[in-house]
């Protein structure tokens, strides 16, 4: 975030590199920068003749190399973007020589998402070494509930640690879609609201009370009854539960469990950053610590091991997701 802000910063003061090699895992910090790039190095005027935005699925590495030697119309330069450019991984070792002596007139913009180009290349080196390489790494799960917290008191509104927790459980980390799921709520709520459970049930179709969530924590509670019951919801609306999600989710948290009665320190704070969850949380794995015991842990998660393999069709093509569900809580619970 902060290497973000810096870059951001460095344009808006003039300080604009000749070449930009944008990459890594998550795509939502290059989006961005990107789009600030294309949004405020040139004014309107310039943008008809000197901005142009390329695909890497369209284009050769000569293509772009030939776009960014033109010199600029009316204007102190030109800005070539090249958004998908991990489609030109093959041949991406050509912009080498580019790279060593870039136009001072151009800014390239090399949008290289979902993966990254071996910083130890000579293409690499050279683009950090005249222009600028900037990494976007995924987030773990237990900082996106701070970088939720983060963007929305930029804008001026709260959110709730339930409501943030509700977000990472069903986006995961991808924090394009939780952005945007964030834009639809400050649509609709007025600047210095609280979001809350009940905004993410109501806007984004969240069940607070029937989600994997909630069976996580009737799970750790042994409250069999609930369990049952969202089990039940979950059969009769398996489009929105998919067996295969809600399986790779139980059988992370029990994961995260083993982990836990395997630690000497169980200092809260310690053990959040240890198996990977928000603080928030710590409460309800303080719980489920005291009614499953090691041994019953590791059976569980043997248990769901193979519940994985049937839910994915393997040896099972006849059991009901309903079936599947039953089973699984079954052998979590006996």
Not at 145 to 154: C, H, T
Not at 164 to 186: H, P, R, Y
Not at 250 to 273: E, R, S, T
Request: glycine share 6%.
């Amino acid at each position: 975030m902060d290497e973000v802000i810096k870059i951001v910063n460095d344009i808006k003061s003039g300080s604009i590199k000749p070449i930009y090699l944008l990459m890594g895992e998550e795509s939502y910090y290059i989006d961005k920068l990107s789009d600030f790039i294309e949004e405020k190095v040139l004014s309107d005027e310039e943008k008809g003749f000197n901005q142009t935005v390329l695909y890497g699925r369209d284009v050769t590495v000569e293509d772009v190399i030939a776009t960014a030697k033109r010199y600029p119309m009316m204007a102190d330069r030109q800005v070539v973007i090249v958004k998908e450019a991990q489609d030109l991984n093959r041949t991406f070792d050509k912009f080498e020589a580019y790279a060593d002596n870039p136009m001072l007139s151009t800014v390239l913009v090399l949008c290289y998402k979902y993966k990254t180009v071996d910083k130890r290349k000579k293409v690499t080196k050279l683009i950090a070494k005249n222009g600028l390489v900037f990494e976007s790494k995924k987030l773990y799960e237990n900082q996106v509930g701070d970088w939720i917290k983060r963007v929305l008191s930029g804008k001026k509104y709260m959110i709730e640690p339930k409501a943030a927790a509700m977000l990472v459980e069903f986006l995961g980390t991808d924090l394009s879609k939780i952005n945007n799921e964030l834009e639809k709520l400050q649509i609709i709520l007025p600047v210095g609201s609280t979001i809350t459970p009940q905004h993410i049930e109501d806007n984004i179709g969240f069940s607070k009370d029937y989600n994997v969530f909630e069976l996580r924590k009737a799970l750790g509670e042994r409250n069999q009854l609930k369990a049952y019951k969202i089990a039940e919801n979950f059969a009769q609306n398996p489009k929105e539960n998919p067996m295969v999600v809600t399986t790779s989710l139980i059988f992370g948290f029990f994961i995260q469990l083993l982990k836990y009665h395997g630690l000497k320190d169980k200092n809260p704070k310690n053990v959040a950053a240890v198996i990977g969850v928000n603080p928030f949380f710590m409460k309800e794995y303080d719980v489920a610590l005291k009614n499953y015991p090691m041994k019953k842990v590791s059976q569980i998660v043997g248990a769901l091991r193979d519940i994985d393999v049937k839910s994915k069709g393997v040896g099972a093509n006849a059991i009901s997701q309903s079936d599947l569900l039953r089973e699984m809580l079954f052998k979590i619970f006996n």
